[in-house]
């Protein structure tokens, strides 16, 4: 409290005391916290392996069955040993990842601007819209999710990434609709959009050049956060059996090896790679996250 | 004849081990293993314990439906459940014919369209009421209700004498049924056909007095049927933990007499969980053991290893057709993409099976030879070689035909120089499922047919189904699974009326074949034998589906279990002999 | 408060009946029916198509709709296919099982949650809090049927402290308090699974309750009044943060609606998340619908629940 | 001549309930206001919270949906039709000056926005119009790229100021401009505003409830209450002659700068307070509102009931 | 003096930032005699709240430091334990703070937040304490305290808010109280009776008061004693009548010449240069207001300023004062522009 009014109060010939100014202050952020800058750091190394190698693996040849070659053990030849078909297990990881990755980063763009779009709306304008958004959101709200979402995917013909991307996404725009809302709620209380408002300036850029950059902070926390949830998001259904093909290798399908009880126990490094890549992938997306969150909220900030 | 859905893709094995006492069981150096590894039977063996329970693993990946009726179940777990309290009238030999073994006995008169039947008089329900005659006609006035709710009216109930009258609610009785007295019928069909004896009769009773004022339609619900299900088995039920366990108890009474272990425990066990739960002892055998599972567990020191042959086998099957809805019937077309017999040779001939068995399923799957199994033993063409592995001869038989490489991209193109895309489907299943596919796939490819998977992926079981019976065009060719039942006809799959003739294929020839295996003449076996081995040849060469994969079914049982068998067409393993040998199970 | 209830619900009607109306979609939009792959020698094409016709499956979906619809108003979801039973009945069994394994995993996520939740808010950025968090973030990223595995894995068959599957021991006759014992020990180590999972939001979200409500201006009051720090995190901070989340507790059933799904898979536990993914790969609509929406409304009645006890609990928006 | 007139203003507000948000009733937050002003004169408007000085002031310039009434500058009614014209001749100071800017917009953006939104500038036509705007206010033309956070109170006020008067508005509402600033910057803004009414012949709607300071600006003062007004008339007449006893009790409570005088107030306070007890209904009606203005003199307008 | 109820002594109140301490506080010596209240005026930021604060140890101890003594009868209460400190906090020290709607637990009906005062300071039984409560509700004027009892504070108003957070901190009969501009959220009318209730309370308890605010009528009308700080320090401590009639230090000079009410005509109000500078960017030496002075020539200021007595009671920090007059147009070249 007293900090911020301080703050306030006394212009910016104090560097140490700021108004935070978005990015800027994620960066500083995050180059403090030690944990989330080797975080960062990690998780652009695996991206770019994952991406760079991805380009080199001959897909084809990875999928490829391979009767000669059922299970091997980890060697010199097979880095993380092969599958039930014979088929290389760290080519899969390598791919895996990066559909894995893709499909993270394509669920939670297409969430987040559904989200945002509706949040905003809603946020603004307020009253009969934000109503009407509102009770859409509930309708979602009320939705057992995960049970619709199997239902779903048993019904789509072709089911691929691109389904699964759409599928998803449907379900769970919701949440940063519901966070967008109530902060653009917040914000539109706020004199400088009436301020906008006084002077003229039509409502969609009100929302795009005033609203929007002063969410931009909050927007890109949830969006990292979700991102994290999202990266192992088709690890469920792969186990239940509403996977991908496994010509589409994903972390997901691999995880999900670990039910056939000849993997689970004699032969870890089908599903134990995966396992561990997902949790690191997630906990440093979480890493990240985290420290953005606090520097976005001063009580949660460190020290 | 009771038969498991199409096997929608969990193939359920079944297995036989060595009798002998030695408790490490089945184990080779190569890791391959074929049907002369296994014995179907163990014997009973030396002095068991009084009593003791039985703890039986019904393998299933969801708890059992509980229609705990032979009239109107329609999944295998339930009537792995069912076979420990009901029985079978007749028992049959390895022929499928039936026997006089069995709880009644059977007598064909000269025409051979009017069957006795005699129940034995020791045959009691377990409630103290005798099996009658009138329990017979019961089951059949149930099926052929016209509110019955099963899957089980069909052309042999309807070749009955007065069943159509009656399902139509024209007649109150089956006229064809003639009660002599209270153990014995006379049944009178329209038709006579060989395959009456081999799963033409409805093999079960059902306690009328038992289902007194239910309705038909309200049977499969009823607690009669879900709670405490009456048989004449040789255990009693005694506790039903819907969809997860069954308590039975030994039937004193029982007319094969009485039993020797006091009590069964039916659990419900997921596959994933099978071989721990048979580690640990937990279970003393199971009603099915997945067959991806065994190379690795045949070492279990707790468990003797049975097997024996498998009623199923997979096939490639080629779309040459479409089902005609109004004709009732199927309609080949002779320019369907796959109908160069030479094309489909070569896929066949393209794909080592051989290695495929071994390596996926450690030789418990081995290379299919004819479209009747190993599992028919009396009408399976030992002689016939079946296809050898042959890429070479399957690039010739494609140059032959006129399939060739025109512009170079690997690819054959079809003999009018138009390019050749094969679209092919294959159902998900087990882990193995995909992998087979993609293995198959690989091999068609190197001898050049340009091969794709249908969009991608294998397809879901309900729709590959689905898309196969309603003919999708962009369907080529297909794997899939069949299990026979106990009658040899094969005109179900084959047959120009049959639906389940998913190739769409039929000539004069193959009719003639069918029509010939049910002559008058076929009551003769070893003509009818004839005329299967021809059927057998004749499929191998115009070949409309190419059999892929035999199988065999394996099945552990805890050391301490004797007594027990898995013989072919033995449809009762003879719960009442089996006993135990340790009041512990044993563990590995 | 009657009338209040009473309008919630009117509130939930059209929830409701969008919700009937997506299931009933879907459901009919999966491929196939209960009938295909029944492929039998044995049963003839006829049978099958006479089956369809006497089933109802050949009429149009708004048809088959409006009939489910009416039945289902009167609690008749029809029959299963595959079960051969009312609906009802078959969900009825299998809904106690996941009651039961929803509400013991409730206790243990409440359980594990509020010691430390309050424990990380309370002593925020210190080792104790850090280990929490860890565990929180890796609760957050290991998938619920991997950490059952694990733990079926080891307790079930390699310490043999837990029953493998099922929800109870054969032979065990229901109503007597074995029975009811042996219940409960089924679902203890799913429920346990299931909850180290879910419990994690829950940590998370105490945490940062407790943080926020640290800085608050009525905390220095309480300070000011001379309360000890423990007095004022008892008798404020807790108080005010634990209110939300016992008022969330409705919303958690949707959550672990979804949990159960997975647990039950993994356990062979015979509940509804089970029964729905057999029913759907059986295609057995009836059940597959009557599920769906069961679990609609489940998760309708979840957020009523939260929005009633929330407005019992919270002052500020009480109703009279 | 008459340069803002509002018409019997009337701005209710449904009051939702519950989590159902139903409308259970209304807040009548402005309950039928009349106000006469002529052009560069200062109108005060004054009254304890929640009386409804907010929403008259958004209601003029239209973020507050009117209920019924006329808002007419120059003769000429506003309607929702017309709004973005008058937006050019209306224009309003918000209270809060940390919050009225927006921290993510450099100086430039916020004073140039309403020449964005109503004419068409260049680039560098724009930047001298800001330039010589922030000029008037006292604030160096260099500061344009700066940001907000980097101005203290009193000159954030004064950019919000510069923003308000960059289209050349005729009237502007101050919606207490300086309720949030310490005394010493307080002063520096309401001599700014002084300054540059005269210099634009601004007309100013100026809410506060801090009495000191609209007595000190103000020509006309009315006072609110509870969405009406209880009297109306000159500084002179407010706080030298006040009539309603709402009114007496406000000016009494105002802390007298000369501890010499505490006593007195103190006595006279008392004295208001008890008489307010008494007579409150002689003052008000039934519902605790006050009754419609009447005429005690020229300027003055006193809220009691008929005599008699 | 026997009267002397609380005497601060070089108080120094630092907060860490960035891992620096900053005095907020500096060298503060003030005390208040018992029936005596004792007004602190100055700018925002002028580190008045961080006074109040010090004296009651509310400041987080992981991010501040306190130095200097704060005696209350005779005890240092700046050096005592946190128990002790409890025990005097809500007891004999009270507090109200300025925000009566978020000082309040929103979700403890009024009765039991009072009474938790009386649970931590008294050994009332259960019903006694109800009865008080209803007693200390009345006490601040509130009229039907029964009905408060049970009510959430969302359910009144700001002033009887106000009148809660009162009761709260002289629920026992404390015998020092802080007030943190206690009115400056609410109306004059509510403000007037509120100040007057404090006033009351004062004489009723025989207590010193320290009353916080910015608003100089507010001093005028309730303080025996004010002290004006700027940046820290106190810059003017002199009784009431004494500072109003004769203002001394060029700060407390401007503040008055400031305040609108003194200036009934649409007159130019008086402007104080710049702005009160934040608490890394104070300067440590010099005179702390010699930079808003910029037409007082350097010489006027003393390196050192310490508090000079130049009448009886009344000390006035720097002599600058001596020189000190109003900037004339020409001083103020740079105008307002620069601030
Ligand atoms: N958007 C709104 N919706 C509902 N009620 C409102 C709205 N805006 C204002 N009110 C209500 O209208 C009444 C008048 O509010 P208004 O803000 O105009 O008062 P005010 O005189 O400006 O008070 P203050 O001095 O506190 O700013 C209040 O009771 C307020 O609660
Ligand atoms: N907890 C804190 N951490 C860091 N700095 C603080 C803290 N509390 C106060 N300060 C700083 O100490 C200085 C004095 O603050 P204080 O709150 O005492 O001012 P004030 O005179 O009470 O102002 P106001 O009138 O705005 O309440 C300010 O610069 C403020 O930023
Ligand atoms: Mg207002
Ligand atoms: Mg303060
Ligand atoms: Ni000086």
Redesign the pocket.
């Known amino acids: 409290m ?2 911020q ?2 703050v306030q ?2 212009p910016g010939n104090d560097p140490a005391i700021k108004t935070p100014s978005g990015a800027k202050v994620i960066l500083v952020e995050i180059l403090k916290d030690k944990m989330a800058l080797s975080s960062a750091i990690l998780l652009l190394l695996i991206a770019a392996f994952v991406f760079g190698v991805s380009i080199i693996l001959d897909q084809d040849q990875i999928v490829t069955v391979d009767l000669l070659a059922i299970f091997e053990p980890p060697s010199s030849q097979y880095w993380l040993g092969t599958d039930h078909g014979g088929r290389d297990v760290f080519g899969q990881l390598i791919i895996g990842t990066r559909n894995s990755l893709l499909i993270g980063i394509a669920v939670t763009a297409l969430s987040g601007l559904v989200g945002l779009a509706m949040g905003l709306i809603a946020g603004y304008f307020g009253g009969h819209t934000d109503n009407v958004v509102m009770r859409i959101v509930d309708f979602f709200l009320v939705l057992p999710t995960t049970m619709i979402i199997i239902a779903f995917v048993a019904v789509v013909p072709n089911y691929s990434l691109l389904q699964f991307t759409l599928i998803m996404s449907a379900f769970i725009w919701i949440s940063m609709a519901r966070l967008v809302r109530s902060k653009a709620l917040q914000q539109s209380e706020l004199e400088y959009i009436q301020a906008a408002r006084t002077l003229g300036t039509p409502h969609y850029k009100i929302i795009f050049s005033h609203l929007l950059p002063n969410l931009s902070s909050i927007i890109i926390v949830n969006l990292t956060l979700s991102l994290a949830a999202n990266i192992g998001i088709e690890t469920g259904l792969s186990f239940l059996g509403f996977g991908f093909p496994e010509s589409t290798p994903s972390l997901g399908t691999l995880m999900s090896h670990a039910t056939n009880p000849q993997i689970f126990e004699l032969r870890p490094w089908v599903w134990l790679p995966a396992s561990i890549l997902v949790l690191v992938l997630m906990l440093c997306i979480n890493n990240v996250g985290q420290a953005l969150k606090r520097s976005t909220d001063a009580k949660q900030r460190r020290g | 004849a009771c038969n498991d859905s199409g096997d929608g893709g969990s193939t359920e094995p079944s297995g036989t081990g060595d009798d002998t006492e030695t408790e490490e069981t089945v184990e080779n150096e190569d890791g391959i293993y074929s049907l002369d590894d296994f014995e179907p039977t163990k014997a009973a063996d030396g002095d068991g314990i009084e009593g003791g329970t039985l703890n039986v693993g019904v393998v299933a990946s969801s708890p059992f439906e509980g229609t705990l009726d032979w009239q109107h179940y329609s999944i295998s777990t339930d009537a792995d459940i069912l076979q420990f309290f009901s029985e079978s009238l007749f028992a049959m030999d390895d022929a499928f014919n039936i026997t006089d073994e069995g709880a009644a006995t059977i007598e064909v008169s000269e025409d051979n369209l009017t069957y006795t039947i005699t129940i034995k008089d020791n045959v009691n329900w377990h409630d103290g009421e005798p099996v009658t005659a009138e329990d017979f006609i019961f089951a059949h006035e149930v099926i052929g209700h016209k509110d019955y709710d099963g899957v089980r009216y069909d052309a042999s109930f309807r070749n009955i004498v007065g069943m159509e009258e009656y399902h139509d609610g024209e007649a109150d009785e089956i006229s064809g049924f003639n009660i002599i007295d209270e153990k014995t019928v006379e049944l009178t069909f329209k038709e006579a056909t060989p395959s009456l004896m081999s799963g033409g009769i409805w093999y079960y009773a059902m306690p009328k007095h038992y289902f007194e004022g239910v309705e038909v339609a309200d049977i499969p619900a009823s607690d009669q049927v879900r709670r405490e299900p009456l048989g004449y088995g040789p255990f009693v039920v005694e506790n039903i933990v819907p969809g997860e366990s069954v308590t039975l108890s030994k039937n004193e009474d029982y007319w094969k007499g009485e039993p020797l272990v006091d009590e069964v425990v039916l659990t419900v066990v997921n596959p994933d969980v099978v071989v721990e739960s048979l580690r640990s002892g937990q279970i003393d055998l199971v009603t099915t053991f997945p067959a991806t599972q065994f190379a690795d567990n045949a070492d279990m020191s707790n468990v003797d290893w049975l097997g024996r042959t498998s009623r199923f086998y997979t096939y490639t099957g080629f779309k040459l057709g479409t089902w005609d809805a109004d004709a009732n019937e199927v309609a080949y077309d002779p320019d369907a993409k796959m109908s160069n017999q030479s094309l489909r040779e070569a896929v066949r001939l393209a794909v080592n099976y051989e290695e495929l068995g071994n390596r996926m399923y450690n030789g418990l799957r081995f290379p299919a030879t004819t479209v009747i199994t190993p599992y028919h033993a009396l009408y399976h063409d030992d002689s016939n070689p079946g296809f050898e592995y042959d890429p070479e001869r399957a690039k010739e038989l494609l140059a032959e035909a006129g399939y060739e490489d025109l512009d170079g991209d690997g690819y054959v193109e079809d003999p009018n120089g138009e390019e050749l895309v094969i679209n092919y489907a294959a159902r998900q299943g087990d882990a193995t499922a995909e992998a087979v596919a993609n293995y198959e796939m690989q091999a068609w490819r190197d001898i050049g047919l340009n091969i794709e998977l249908l969009e991608g992926s294998l397809t879901e079981p309900n729709a590959f189904y689905d898309r196969i019976e309603e003919d999708d065009p962009a369907i080529d060719m297909y794997t899939a699974g069949w299990g026979v039942g106990s009658d040899i006809d094969p005109s179900g799959l084959f047959g120009p009326q049959a639906m389940f003739n998913y190739p769409r294929y039929t000539d004069d020839t193959l009719e003639a074949i069918l029509a010939d295996g049910l002559s008058e003449d076929a009551f003769d076996l070893s003509y009818r034998q004839d005329v299967y081995n021809q059927f057998q040849e004749y499929i191998n060469e115009v070949l409309p589906l190419a059999p892929t994969l035999y199988q065999i079914d394996t099945f552990p049982v805890n050391n301490r279990v004797s007594g027990i068998s898995y013989e072919v067409g033995n449809n009762d393993y003879g719960w009442h002999t089996v006993q135990l040998n340790d009041e512990n199970p044993a563990v590995d | 408060m009657w009338k209040f209830i009473l309008r919630r619900m009117l509130i939930a009607i059209p929830q409701l009946f969008f919700l009937s109306l997506l299931v009933f979609i879907l459901a009919s939009q999966m491929p196939g029916d209960p009938f295909t792959g029944l492929i039998d020698p044995s049963i003839t094409a006829e049978r099958l198509a006479e089956m369809r016709e006497i089933h109802g499956l050949n009429d149009p979906w708004y048809q088959q709709y409006g009939r489910w619809v009416s039945n289902a108003v009167t609690g008749d979801f029809g029959q299963s296919f595959r079960y051969k039973m009312p609906v009802t009945e078959l969900i009825g069994d299998r809904l106690l099982n996941t009651a039961g394994l929803g509400l013991l995993t409730l206790i243990f996520s409440y359980l594990i949650a509020i010691p430390l939740g309050i424990v990380s808010g309370r002593y925020n950025d210190t080792w104790a809090d850090r280990a929490i968090a860890g565990y929180t973030y890796v609760g957050f990223a290991v998938p619920s049927f991997i950490f059952g595995l694990i733990a079926l894995f080891i307790f079930g068959f390699r310490l043999n402290w837990f029953p493998v599957g099922g929800s109870v021991s054969p032979g065990l006759v229901s109503g007597t308090l074995e029975y009811y014992l042996s219940k409960v020990y089924h679902m203890t180590l799913p429920a346990l699974s299931l909850a180290l999972i879910t419990t994690v939001g829950t940590v998370q979200y105490l945490r940062s309750e407790i943080i926020d409500i640290k800085h608050k201006e009525f905390i220095l009051t309480a300070k000011a009044k001379g309360a000890s720090e423990n007095r004022i995190y008892n008798k404020h901070i807790f108080r005010n943060s634990l209110l939300p989340i016992a008022a969330f507790f409705g919303y958690e059933i949707t959550g672990i609606l979804g949990g159960a799904v997975f647990i039950e898979r993994v356990f062979s536990f015979p509940g509804i998340g089970d029964l729905l993914i057999s029913s759907i790969n059986n295609r057995d609509y009836s059940v597959v619908t009557a599920l769906l929406l069961l679990s609609g409304c489940l998760a309708v009645v979840g957020t009523m629940l939260s929005d009633i006890i929330l407005s019992m609990v919270d002052p500020r928006i009480r109703i009279k | 001549m008459e340069f803002l007139k509002i018409k019997d203003l009337k701005i209710h507000f449904p009051i939702k309930a519950g989590i159902l948000k139903r409308t259970v009733g209304h807040v009548k937050a402005v309950d039928g206001l009349n106000i006469t002003l002529e052009e560069g004169k200062t109108y005060g408007l004054v009254g304890e919270s929640g009386s409804g000085k907010t929403t008259t002031g958004r209601g003029i310039i239209g973020l507050n949906d009117i209920t019924s009434g006329q808002i007419l500058i120059n003769n000429k009614e506003m309607t929702k039709r017309n709004i973005k014209e008058f937006r050019r001749n209306v224009q309003m100071v918000f209270q809060d000056p940390y919050s009225s800017l927006n921290p993510k917009k450099r100086i430039l953006d916020i004073v140039a926005e309403p020449f964005r939104n109503f004419e068409k500038l260049s680039k560098a036509e724009e930047k001298k119009a800001v330039q010589e705007l922030l000029e008037k206010v006292g604030i160096s033309a260099d500061s344009i790229f700066k940001y907000p956070h980097e101005f203290s109170g009193g000159q954030r006020q004064r950019i919000g100021i510069a923003r308000a008067i960059a289209l050349k508005p005729k009237l502007i509402i101050a919606d207490e401009p300086v309720s949030a600033l310490d005394v010493s910057v307080q002063a520096q803004v309401l001599n700014f505003m002084q300054d540059i009414q005269k210099e634009l012949n601004l007309t100013y709607f100026f809410i506060s409830h801090d009495l000191g300071i609209i007595r000190h600006l103000c020509d006309h003062i009315g006072i609110m209450y509870k969405g009406r007004f209880v009297e109306e008339g000159t500084p002179d007449d407010i706080f030298n002659n006040p009539q309603h006893i709402y009114t007496r009790r406000l000016v009494a409570s105002i802390p007298d700068i000369d501890p010499g005088k505490r006593e007195q107030i103190q006595l006279s306070r008392k004295k208001i307070n008890e008489d307010f007890q008494m007579n409150t209904n002689k003052y008000f009606d039934q519902e605790g509102l006050a009754y419609p203005l009447k005429s005690i003199s020229n300027t003055h307008k006193v809220a009691m009931p008929e005599r008699g | 003096m026997d009267n002397k109820l609380l005497q601060i002594e070089n108080l120094k109140t630092s ?1 860490r ?1 960035n891992d620096e301490y900053y005095a ?1 506080v500096d060298d503060v010596t003030l005390s208040v005699n018992k029936n005596e209240i004792l007004g602190i005026v ?1 700018e ?8 109040g604060f010090s004296v009651l140890g509310l ?2 101890k992981n ?2 430091k306190i130095e200097g003594n704060i005696f209350y009868k005779d005890e240092d209460i700046a050096k005592v334990s946190e128990a002790k400190l409890q025990k005097l906090r809500g007891g004999e020290l009270g507090m109200i703070f300025q925000d009566p709607m978020s000082a309040l637990n929103p979700l403890m009906i009024i009765g039991k937040q009072i009474e938790e005062s009386l649970i931590l300071h008294t050994n009332l039984l259960k019903k006694e304490r109800k009865k008080r409560v209803i007693e200390l509700l009345e006490q601040v004027g509130i009229s039907s305290p029964e009905v408060v009892y049970n009510q959430y504070p969302h359910e009144l108003s700001g002033g009887m808010r106000q009148r809660v957070v009162i009761g709260i901190a002289i629920s026992c009969n404390p015998a020092f109280l802080i007030a943190d ?1 206690p009115t400056t959220a609410l109306d004059v009318t509510i403000q007037a009776q509120i100040l007057g209730l404090i006033k009351k309370l004062k004489e009723e308890l025989n207590s010193g008061v320290i009353l916080i605010t ?1 608003d100089l009528g507010v001093v005028a009308e309730m303080a025996d004693k004010v002290a004006v700080m700027y940046a820290g320090q106190v810059v003017e401590l002199a009784p009431v009548h004494e500072l109003f009639k004769n203002p001394k230090h060029p700060y407390t000079r401007s503040l008055l010449q400031s305040n609108p009410t003194n200036n009934l005509a649409k007159t130019k109000l008086h402007v104080i240069q710049g702005v009160v500078p ?2 890394a960017n104070l300067p440590r030496t010099g005179c702390r207001f010699a930079t808003r002075v910029p037409w007082v020539s350097n010489s006027a200021h003393e390196e050192n300023p310490e508090l000079h007595e130049i009448s009886p009671g009344h000390f006035v920090r720097c002599s600058c004062y001596k020189t000190f007059e109003f900037a004339k147009k020409e001083d103020l070249k740079d105008g307002i522009s620069e601030d």
Request: charged share 20%; glycine share 12%; proline share 4%.
């Open positions: 007293e900090t009014k301080n109060t006394n | 907060f930032i907020a100055g925002s930021g002028s580190g008045k709240s961080a006074l400041h987080p991010k501040s501009e910015h934040s608490l």
